[in-house]
T-cell receptor
Framework: DTEVTQTPKHLVMGMTNKKSLKCEQH?????MYWYKQKAKKPPELMFV???????INESVPSRFSPECPNSSLLNLHLHALQPEDSALYLC????????????FGPGTRLTVT | KQEVTQIPAALSVPEGENLVLNCSFT??????LQWFRQDPGKGLTSLLL?????REQTSGRLNASLDKSSGRSTLYIAASQPGDSATYLC???????????FGTGTRLKVLA
């Protein structure tokens, strides 16, 4: 099973809402990633978790809060977002952090109103 | 700072044609390079991963080559099909970092 799943597929939220994005993989991968992709742009790395610990934070605003409760699950908690945060949020995983193939999920399309 | 460029930005070809997509990077000290395809509004599908010690990788109708010294990779698609229509992205992991830098992609349209 080489699948990374993400829920929900679409999310619309107001600027005062709190919501969460979920990502799951059952490939035994120990590195998981959050990316943000704006329309017609390449993905940009946000966070990396390695063995359930936050390894990299690419200077992401604190209104985005990642969490890795176990080796299969990655969450992204959202609070007080801005309209410019509307984007496709992609989750990925790899065997370990490093020079390994990354597998991506289908993404969550987020719209902030 | 690593910069990754993909040319052309868009490409239309008739079905059955063989084609080459290009990826250039400025820092040749890389761990690996990965090619992806992305359908509109969807996630990325991994196509091929080339480690820095490899010169090429093949999967079905796809062949990716890597020339580190010149900072280039090419993705060759044989006998293109309408189902190959998508955006193709290359991503480079530079030595000493854990971050993939993505190119801006080539939007491919294969006409039936």
């Amino acid at each position: 099973d080489t699948e990374v799943t993400q829920t929900p597929k679409h999310l619309v939220m107001g600027m005062t809402n709190k919501k969460s994005l979920k990502c799951e993989q059952h490939m035994g991968h120990r590195a998981m990633y959050w990316y943000k992709q704006k329309a017609k742009k390449p993905p940009e790395l946000m966070f990396v978790y390695s063995y359930e610990k936050l390894s990299i934070n690419e200077s992401v605003p604190s209104r985005f809060s990642p969490e890795c409760p176990n080796s299969s699950l990655l969450n992204l908690h959202l609070h007080a977002l801005q309209p410019e945060d509307s984007a496709l949020y992609l989750c990925a995983s790899s065997i370990r952090q490093g020079a390994y193939e990354q597998y991506f999920g289908p993404g969550t399309r987020l719209t902030v109103t | 700072k690593q910069e990754v460029t993909q040319i052309p930005a868009a490409l239309s070809v008739p079905e059955g044609e063989n084609l080459v997509l290009n990826c250039s990077f400025t820092d040749s000290a890389i761990y690996n390079l990965q090619w992806f395809r992305q359908d509109p509004g969807k996630g990325l599908t991994s196509l091929l991963l080339i480690q820095s010690s490899q010169r090429e990788q093949t999967s079905g109708r796809l062949n990716a080559s890597l020339d580190k010294s010149s900072g280039r990779s090419t993705l060759y698609i044989a006998a293109s099909q309408p189902g190959d229509s998508a955006t193709y992205l290359c991503a480079v992991r530079t030595s000493g970092t854990y971050k993939y830098i993505f190119g801006t992609g080539t939007r491919l349209k294969v006409l039936a």
